[in-house]
């Protein structure tokens, strides 16, 4: 077993509504994973399957080997801070601290309370009125004071100001540094991700797109500019994602296994945030004309 | 868990425990003048000295107060599933903190199992306390009255209002579960439970064991036995008051009087037995027993009276008892299903 979290053909659907669709993944141990798309792509349905939240309608999914909340002690391996943050309102932060202590056998008092500490949050504060960073950071605490050997958190940076935002994933990553914890994160901001992610997951409506480590990824993607020409005109070697079309001239986001040839065309590499873009373009212009361009004009 | 069920609980807890002891001081110290009243007046009773003035004297002193603590004991299951129940589950699925809840290392079924007894031994205790004061202080009046079938009284005595406490607190839970919000948790929670105590004794209890009828045939010999005959619906119906039936039954139903076809007989059609009245008899005009009974006689009429004996007290307090808690039993098993199940 060296996957956190393996699917096979999971989806999810809401009476009607298809949430996450034929979704099959296998994330390897010790990453630091980020899942992006667009707000109502299904990365909320995704992570509260893998937490066991939310049951799928199809297909199978295991997480570090097992079914999700398979039992107390698979709960015990996975610490999960969901959207907004949830508290007790009326319970203070030392309740919180002790609700872990009492609720996690592995669950680590000093990591706790060096870092409510470090954080300055009055232990006794009702989370109530804790501000909406420092709630996050106290539902961060109290997941990974449990000392999980996955984290997931959903949109945790979403309410956050920019400095809260910085400091939030600062702290996350100091802690999943020292326990050696694996990560998955999402967001629909790909430069929330950008510092802390080696792996990559694009969810566009319902669908992944693309998974891989970023390294991987970036080195795979280019950028390439040239006079006017179809997408059918290009090596076969290369994949386009992308396409957009001047008078003048193309320019493709394409992905290449090998490095891409010299040629009739000037290529550069992508910052992760054009990469997940394109992505995140090419499905939208396929989902809006279906009919007319069934692959989209990006192939 | 248990630790987290008490610290949610706790508030809820504390405010229930300072109603219980303040209402459980008003019952001692009125309740132990009350049954020294009563003694008292009791002793005056001698074959040559009628009590019965001072008895009822007694009864109409603490009737208001009577009435109060019993409309307590009947609200008290009421609002325990409201306050107790409704937001046991659904503040959690309104606030979204049962992701934090459920993602501890419990498996949400001991959660869930683990709120329901502790709350629900709460419930239990909080109407075991109050039911048992009310049966203690009431005692006296009980014995007056003489009624222990009265709606009222059968729902706030001894052991039935401890099932609807459980029954009531799985009601508002279930009803949170299902809902996911606390207020129209808690409006259903409340329509349930009074629409049940409205059905329960009218139509339920009074058909839970098999009822006794006993039929009188309108003669001088049974109205010698009554109080009266009187009649109603502007004299589409006669009725004989007072048959005799087993002290302290509970008498469910006494049709009009009919006649050997079963038909009910119009007071209109035998005026000549009602002398002294023009036009149809209303109640309360002076109808002499004997001779109108006399005369009716020779119609072949009858009446009669379906009673419980008041032996089936016992019985119908256990049988009410086991349907509550069934009833409770059956909506905590639709919880587990559901939080089991259907993940929320």
């Known amino acids: ?299 | 868990m248990i630790w987290l069920t008490w610290r949610q609980f706790r508030v809820q807890a504390l405010t229930a425990l300072a109603i219980l002891a303040a209402a459980a001081i008003c019952l001692l110290v009125t309740g132990l003048r009350m049954h020294h009243t009563y003694a008292a007046d009791l002793a005056t009773c001698t074959p040559r000295h009628d009590c019965s003035d001072a008895l009822s004297a007694f009864g109409k002193s603490y009737s208001s107060a009577f009435n109060l603590t019993e409309l307590l004991v009947i609200a008290a299951p009421g609002l325990i599933g409201i306050f107790w129940g409704a937001p046991l589950i659904g503040r959690e699925l309104e606030t979204g903190t049962n992701q934090l809840a459920w993602t501890q290392s419990v498996t949400r079924s001991r959660w869930l199992a683990v709120k329901l007894a502790g709350v629900g031994i709460a419930s239990i205790a909080t109407a075991a306390v109050l039911s048992y004061l009310l049966t203690w202080w009431a005692g006296p009046l009980d014995q007056i009255n003489g009624n222990r079938f009265a709606a009222m009284t059968f729902s706030s005595r001894d052991i039935v209002p401890l099932a609807y406490a459980v029954f009531a607190f799985a009601l508002g839970t279930t009803a949170g579960l299902l809902l996911r919000r606390t207020l129209p948790a808690m409006a259903v929670t409340l329509a349930v439970f009074v629409g049940i105590q409205i059905l329960v004794p009218t139509l339920i209890r009074p058909n839970l064991l098999p009822s006794t009828t006993v039929t009188f045939p309108v003669n001088k010999t049974t109205a010698s036995q009554a109080t009266g005959i009187y009649t109603s619906g502007g004299g589409a119906e006669i009725y004989i008051a007072g048959l005799p039936v087993p002290p302290g039954a509970w008498v469910i139903s006494a049709p009009p009087v009919e006649d050997s076809s079963g038909q009910a007989v119009a007071a209109y059609n035998h005026l000549n037995c009602f002398p002294g009245t023009s036009g149809p008899p209303t109640k309360g005009t002076g109808i002499d027993v004997d001779q109108t009974a006399a005369c009716l006689a020779a119609y072949h009429l009858h009446q009669s009276v379906t009673y419980q004996p008041a032996r089936y007290y016992w019985p119908l307090q256990w049988y009410e008892t086991g349907i509550f808690l069934a009833l409770a039993g059956a909506l905590s098993c639709i919880s587990f299903w559901w939080i089991r199940r259907r993940r929320t």
């Open chain 1, 1 to 299: 077993m060296n996957a956190v979290l393996q699917a096979h053909a999971l989806g999810k659907s809401y009476g009607q509504r298809q949430a996450l669709t034929d979704c099959t993944l296998e994330i390897p141990l010790g990453h630091v994973v980020g899942l992006v798309g667009p707000n109502g792509a299904g990365k909320t349905t995704l992570l509260k399957i893998a937490c066991g939240m939310l049951a799928p309608t199809t297909g199978r999914i295991e997480v570090l080997g097992e079914p999700p909340a398979a039992g107390p002690a698979q709960l015990a391996r996975v610490g999960y801070v969901a959207q907004d943050t949830p508290t007790y309102a009326s319970l203070s932060v030392a309740d919180h601290l002790k609700l872990g202590a009492k609720l996690n056998p592995r669950w680590d008092a000093n990591l706790a309370r060096a870092r409510i500490d470090q954080l300055d949050l009055d232990p006794r504060q009702r989370a109530g009125k804790l501000s909406g960073g420092q709630r996050a950071q106290l539902a961060l605490t109290v997941a990974v004071a449990k000392r999980p050997e996955l984290l997931i958190l959903d949109e945790p940076v979403a309410s956050l100001d920019p400095l809260a935002r910085r400091d939030f994933l600062r702290h996350l990553m100091e802690s999943v540094a020292e326990n050696d914890t694996s990560v998955i994160l999402s967001s629909h901001l790909v430069s929330d991700l950008e510092r802390v992610c080696d792996y990559l997951i694009v969810l566009v409506a319902s669908r992944v797109l693309l998974t891989g480590e970023t390294e991987d990824l970036l080195a795979q993607h280019h950028r390439i500019v040239c006079s006017r020409r179809q997408a059918t005109d290009l090596p076969p070697e290369l994949d386009v994602i992308w396409a957009e079309h001047t008078d003048r001239q193309s320019t493709f986001i394409v992905r290449s296994q090998t490095e891409v040839p010299a040629g009739y065309w000037s290529a550069q590499h992508l910052e992760l945030e054009d990469l997940v873009l394109a992505y995140m373009e090419s499905a939208a212009d396929r989902g809006r004309r279906p009919t007319t361009h069934p692959t989209g004009d990006a192939r």
